[in-house]
């Protein structure tokens, strides 16, 4: 490790590995530092709760870049380490095991950490979450001998370890203290499909249960999850799936602005200076949220973040304006999401979903604000354009899955 650093980037995950290759790419000739956690070089997340938990993909095969790539563009990969303190008086690092080291620009993409139980038994060694990859190495490696799977949470990733749990021949439970699952990102036709869907495939699926606590043996391995209405799901393991805790400490002690996540404007600029931060811990204001300040979990986000913090870093000032899309896998649905429904005022259903081939669609104010799209690529594809132009079509027509998207007529 240098004494300086021209750019120090904190998280070695998505976000943090783009802001180092589009630096590169636009020509940044300074030192760079990628400072990771993990004792792997960056990586890619998403397919860690479907390919590789599922044994289709090896490791090698979910590298973001080949491990050579970081070294040939003279990145420094700093893994293992884990940073504890800022000082932008100084602009400098504190860092796990005592190191220092100063920046010119700093880039925090740390992401989250998983929201865990904090009930009776939630520390015992078989109750896992599904974040890097040491987490789902330790899921592998129990499923010889683990019959029966409790999966507490019903968003996409808990719903997508249930389609490889199933898909694995275990006997699985999931449960979901709403009254639906995808409650938080979707409307009820989207929900009732995956239901449906997931209880078709054999899963126990039990929403509005709440979890009292996880009971545990003698040696401390859970063995059942107990139910705050007095149910016992008995489970040789646990996966938690609850959403994250953005990682922000450091920045937040040093004076940032934030609450959930870190508080960052059009430029990703933190509220220090020569601080930016990006991807799942970076709190903004988002035109395609109804102008709300949230923060995006994914991988468009994360990537297109890092190429607006690498452009203000090297002089050119381009507000972040990306539409959000996200995708998630589970049994053979390819799920495509463009937009975000949040504050929406209507949902309409184009096609049948029996044909399990489908779109929901979600309006306010009569405009289309984003789109479910379940194996229907095309109305995906073409719905974005509808929710970028944000001028209202005809409803009748937009519900006809015979009529293509962009053919759709004005209101």
Same mark, same amino acid.
């Given at each position: 490790?240098?004494?300086?650093?021209?750019?120090?980037?904190?998280?070695?995950?998505?976000? %943090?590995?783009?802001?180092?290759?589009?630096?590169?790419?636009?020509?940044?000739?300074?030192?760079?530092?990628?400072?990771?956690?993990?004792?792997? &070089?960056?990586?890619?997340?998403? &397919?860690?709760? =479907?390919?590789?938990?599922?044994?289709?993909?090896?490791?090698?095969?979910?590298?973001?870049? /080949?491990?050579?790539?970081?070294?040939?563009?003279?990145?420094?990969?700093?893994?293992?380490?884990?940073?504890?303190?800022?000082? &932008?008086?100084?602009?400098?690092?504190?860092?796990?095991?005592?190191?220092?080291?100063?920046?010119?620009?700093?880039?925090?993409?740390?992401?989250?950490?998983?929201?865990?139980?904090?009930?009776?038994?939630?520390?015992?060694?078989?109750?896992?979450?599904?974040?890097?990859?040491?987490?789902?190495?330790?899921?592998?490696?129990?499923?010889?001998?683990?019959?029966?799977?409790?999966?507490?949470? #019903? %968003?996409?990733? %808990?719903?997508?370890?249930?389609?490889?749990?199933?898909?694995?021949?275990?006997?699985?439970?999931?449960?979901?203290?709403?009254?639906?699952?995808?409650?938080?990102?979707?409307? &009820?036709?989207?929900?009732?499909?995956?239901?449906?869907?997931?209880?078709?495939?054999?899963?126990?699926?039990?929403?509005?249960?709440?979890?009292?606590?996880?009971?545990?043996?003698?040696?401390?391995?859970?063995?059942?999850?107990?139910?705050?209405?007095?149910?016992?799901?008995?489970?040789?393991?646990?996966?938690?799936?609850?959403?994250?805790?953005?990682? !922000?400490?450091?920045?937040?002690?040093?004076?940032?602005? #934030?609450?959930?996540?870190?508080?960052?404007?059009?430029?990703?600029?933190?509220?220090?200076?020569?601080?930016?931060?990006? #991807?799942?811990? *970076? *709190?903004?204001?988002?035109?395609?949220?109804?102008?709300?300040?949230?923060?995006?979990?994914?991988?468009?986000?994360?990537?297109?973040?890092?190429?607006?913090?690498?452009?203000?870093?090297?002089?050119?000032?381009?507000?972040?304006?990306?539409?959000?899309?996200?995708?998630?896998?589970?049994?053979?649905?390819?799920?495509?999401?463009?937009?975000?429904?949040?504050?929406?005022?209507?949902?309409?259903?184009?096609?049948? /979903?029996?044909?399990?081939?489908?779109?929901?669609?979600?309006?306010?104010? %009569?405009?289309?604000?984003?789109?479910?799209?379940?194996?229907? !690529? =095309?109305?995906?594809?073409?719905?974005?354009?509808?929710?970028?132009?944000?001028?209202?079509?005809?409803?009748?027509?937009?519900?006809?899955?015979?009529?293509?998207?962009?053919?759709?007529?004005?209101?």
């Amino acid at each position: 490790m240098q004494d300086n650093y021209d750019v120090v980037i904190v998280g070695a995950g998505h976000a %943090g590995a783009q802001a180092a290759i589009c630096l590169r790419q636009m020509g940044f000739a300074g030192s760079i530092a990628l400072i990771g956690d993990e004792r792997f &070089p960056p990586y890619e997340r998403p &397919p860690l709760s =479907k390919e590789y938990l599922a044994g289709e993909k090896p490791f090698e095969r979910i590298l973001l870049r /080949p491990e050579a790539f970081w070294g040939e563009r003279q990145v420094d990969l700093l893994l293992g380490k884990r940073v504890t303190a800022v000082d &932008p008086a100084t602009k400098s690092l504190t860092i796990s095991g005592g190191e220092h080291t100063q920046y010119g620009q700093l880039i925090w993409a740390t992401g989250g950490t998983p929201r865990m139980m904090d009930c009776k038994g939630s520390n015992a060694a078989n109750v896992f979450a599904v974040r890097t990859r040491a987490d789902v190495d330790k899921i592998m490696a129990r499923l010889d001998t683990a019959q029966s799977v409790a999966i507490i949470g #019903g %968003g996409y990733i %808990g719903l997508e370890a249930a389609a490889v749990m199933r898909k694995l021949g275990k006997q699985v439970t999931l449960i979901e203290a709403l009254d639906r699952v995808l409650s938080r990102v979707a409307g &009820p036709s989207l929900s009732a499909f995956f239901e449906e869907e997931h209880r078709a495939h054999g899963v126990d699926l039990r929403t509005g249960y709440t979890v009292d606590h996880i009971e545990t043996d003698e040696a401390g391995h859970a063995v059942a999850v107990q139910c705050g209405n007095g149910d016992r799901i008995v489970a040789d393991m646990v996966i938690v799936g609850i959403g994250i805790i953005a990682q !922000t400490g450091p920045l937040i002690a040093a004076g940032a602005a #934030g609450g959930n996540g870190v508080d960052v404007d059009e430029f990703c600029r933190t509220s220090l200076p020569d601080i930016y931060a990006i #991807g799942d811990c *970076a *709190a903004h204001a988002n035109p395609f949220a109804n102008d709300r300040v949230v923060r995006l979990e994914s991988v468009q986000n994360a990537n297109d973040q890092a190429k607006v913090a690498a452009a203000h870093i090297m002089g050119n000032a381009e507000a972040y304006h990306a539409v959000p899309w996200f995708w998630s896998n589970q049994y053979d649905l390819r799920l495509q999401t463009v937009g975000l429904s949040l504050d929406y005022d209507q949902e309409l259903v184009r096609g049948d /979903p029996a044909s399990r081939s489908f779109s929901v669609i979600y309006l306010r104010g %009569g405009k289309v604000i984003a789109l479910d799209c379940v194996n229907a !690529t =095309k109305d995906y594809v073409q719905g974005r354009k509808a929710v970028t132009e944000g001028i209202p079509l005809d409803l009748e027509e937009l519900a006809n899955p015979l009529i293509p998207i962009k053919e759709v007529n004005h209101a």
